[in-house]
């Protein structure tokens, strides 16, 4: 079972590129997820995607674009990347809608380094 | 304040020996918690959720204090494999921008 695939896995940058992280799951899952990961810091929401068709801000979103494509996949754009985007981005899913509070599945990540 | 704190560790302990953390959160509303796992330079994995009641599942034992709003995980017989960042995860109701992770604790077991 592949579960959340994410790509790639690595990625180096330089300032003012751009690029999309491409997200998907087989799960059948209605709610996706995009997170970043920094050293010393908890995982912080990117965008999420309660359904198919629906995208709403998390806690750190400017900087970033977002598109549920379709109900399994879940892409991020950094339009103009800025060294402050240097981070380890992880894709999730889970089975319910957000008010659920069910399990997340997590892709295997992607590092990010911008310079 | 942080929403949701947890002691980074590291614990290093030896393998065998009894270790508990402890997770405390902010918001009184919250609804769910959950402890996950994460190898180094691996994406998070769900250990287990946390029930009012608390919860055991082998040699892990999960309990919740809504009172002083603190959740721990203990680890029974540490096995080296057991040697990880442990993530608390702390979800409100109804939107996903309340599911808060701490920044994890980081255990080491020892032979």
């Known amino acids: 079972n592949a579960g959340v695939t994410q790509t790639p896995k690595f990625q180096v940058l330089k300032t003012g590129q751009s690029m999309t992280l491409q997200c998907a799951q087989d799960?059948?899952?209605?709610?996706m997820y995009w997170y970043r990961q920094d050293p010393g810091m908890g995982l912080r929401l990117i965008y999420y995607s309660a359904s198919e068709g629906t995208t709403d801000k998390g806690e750190v979103p400017n900087g970033y674009n977002v598109s549920r494509l379709n109900k399994r996949e879940f892409s991020l754009r950094l339009e103009s990347a800025a060294p402050s985007q240097t981070s380890v981005y992880f894709c999730?899913?889970?089975?319910?809608?957000?008010?659920?509070?069910?399990?997340?599945?997590f892709g295997s990540g992607t590092q990010l380094s911008v310079l | 304040r942080k929403e949701v704190e947890q002691d980074p560790g590291p614990f290093n302990v030896p393998e065998g020996a009894t270790v508990a953390f402890n997770c405390t959160y902010s918001n009184s509303a919250s609804q769910s918690f959950f402890w996950y796992r994460q190898d180094c330079r691996k994406e998070p994995k769900l250990l287990m959720s946390v029930y009012s009641s608390g919860n055991e599942d082998g040699r892990f034992t999960a309990q919740l204090n809504r009172a002083s709003q603190y959740i721990s995980l203990l680890i029974r017989d540490s096995k080296l494999s057991d040697s990880a960042t442990y993530l608390c995860v702390v979800m409100g109701y109804s939107s996903a921008s309340k599911i808060i992770f701490g920044s994890g604790t980081r255990l080491s077991i020892r032979p």
């Open positions: 999730a899913s889970s089975r319910g809608t957000v008010a659920t509070n069910e399990k997340l599945f």
């Open positions: 799960m059948n899952h209605n709610s």
